[in-house]
């Protein structure tokens, strides 16, 4: 993708809402900021907040009502729902909280199934597959079943999912939510070493304060709106 450190996502005036009956729910009012290449952006908030609905607009699974959202200079709210499936497929990452695995691929197949989608030869795809596994430190688990894994295994083998087609951006749904402490802090520490050494742009919901802590910049959402908006820490 773009210059390390230039603009990757451009979120400018989001509004968004839901009808409930008769009656109509806000649920994001006038969301602008930028998110940068390489960065790794934690949204907080309690729930209701409308961080998850806002990841899922970032990730094109959702339309905005009104604004527009820019990613890898695309303006995602202009296009089809054709248009946006297809671009889904290549620039998207997704990594959810209950990892999504299909039970009866192994953790090879799993890893595959995006790349089905492309035009890769089926060399080229088991090349692909082997490198994300070896990035998440799975080689030797690539023939496993979901149900032979551990839940920290499964979001390894997700990971890997997500990261195979060389997404322009990775969304992050509580991708710890479901693993105990100890797993929880091995995806984190993948991730963050995502960031550094691959230089993905890593998105994540999540209402963990020590999940946000290894993000660079926490944003928190407050009834579907901003309410801050600076680093995390200093960034290293």
Do not use: C
């Not at 109509?24 to 969301?31: A, F, H, K, R, S």
């Not at 990594?95 to 890769?120: G, R």
């Not at 742009?201 to 963990?208: A, F, K, L, S």
């Amino acid at each position: 993708m773009g210059d390390h450190g230039s603009v990757i996502v451009e979120i400018r005036n989001i509004f968004k809402s839901y009808r409930r009956g008769s009656q109509t729910v806000p649920v994001l009012e006038d969301i602008t900021f930028d998110i940068k290449d390489g960065e790794f952006l934690a949204l907080m908030g309690p729930s209701g907040s409308g961080k998850s609905t806002l990841l899922n607009l970032i990730a094109g699974i959702d339309k905005a009502d009104s604004g527009s959202l820019r990613v890898g200079g695309v303006d995602i709210t202009s296009l089809s729902e054709t248009a946006l499936a297809g671009w889904r497929a290549t620039n998207v990452g997704f990594i959810f909280q209950f990892y999504n695995l299909i039970p009866v691929l192994t953790a090879f197949e799993n890893v595959e199934l995006p790349l089905l989608l492309t035009s890769l030869s089926r060399g080229e795809r088991k090349e692909h597959v082997e490198v994300a596994l070896r990035s998440v430190n799975l080689s030797d688990r690539m023939d496993h079943y979901p149900s032979q894994l551990s839940g920290g295994q499964q979001q390894r083998v997700a990971i890997a999912r997500a990261v195979v087609t060389d997404p322009t951006i990775l969304v992050a749904d509580e991708p710890t939510g479901d693993l105990d402490r100890r797993s929880a802090e091995e995806i984190l520490d993948l991730m963050e070493r995502l960031v550094h050494e691959l230089g993905k742009t890593i998105i994540m919901v999540t209402h963990d304060p020590r999940a946000a802590a290894k993000a660079h910049i926490i944003k928190h959402l407050e009834k579907g709106i901003l309410t801050d908006n600076g680093p995390a820490k200093a960034s290293i």
